[in-house]
């Protein structure tokens, strides 16, 4: 099973460190973290962090390439959604 946890979409911030994926692609974090859950666009659920721990993204807003959403790393005190997902037996 792999974790992937749906981040907040919030407004842009200039006050804040906005990171985007590089063309082409919607991930703007890659990992080697095992354990680490899958960050996600809290609009259409597109993979944003892969194998990053999510307390090392203090403080930050992620551009999704797909949608164009603004994704919020911090987590709320009332959490984000978190979805379980079997991983795919053939990957």
């Known amino acids: 099973m792999e974790r992937r946890i749906l981040l907040n979409v919030v407004k842009r911030d200039p006050e804040r460190c906005l990171i ?3 063309a082409g692609r919607t991930v703007a974090f890659q990992g080697d973290a095992v354990d680490a859950p899958i960050l996600c666009c809290g609009h259409c659920r597109a993979d944003l962090v892969v ?4 307390h090392r993204l203090t403080n930050m807003v992620i551009e999704c390439k797909r ?3 603004y994704n919020d ?5 009332n959490g ?10 053939t990957a």
């Open 73 to 77: 790393t911090r987590e709320l005190s």
């Open 51 to 54: 194998g990053v721990d999510r």
């Open 20 to 22: 985007e994926a590089a």
């Open 80 to 89: 984000s959604l978190t979805m379980t997902v079997d991983k795919d037996p």
């Open 67 to 69: 949608c164009g959403s």
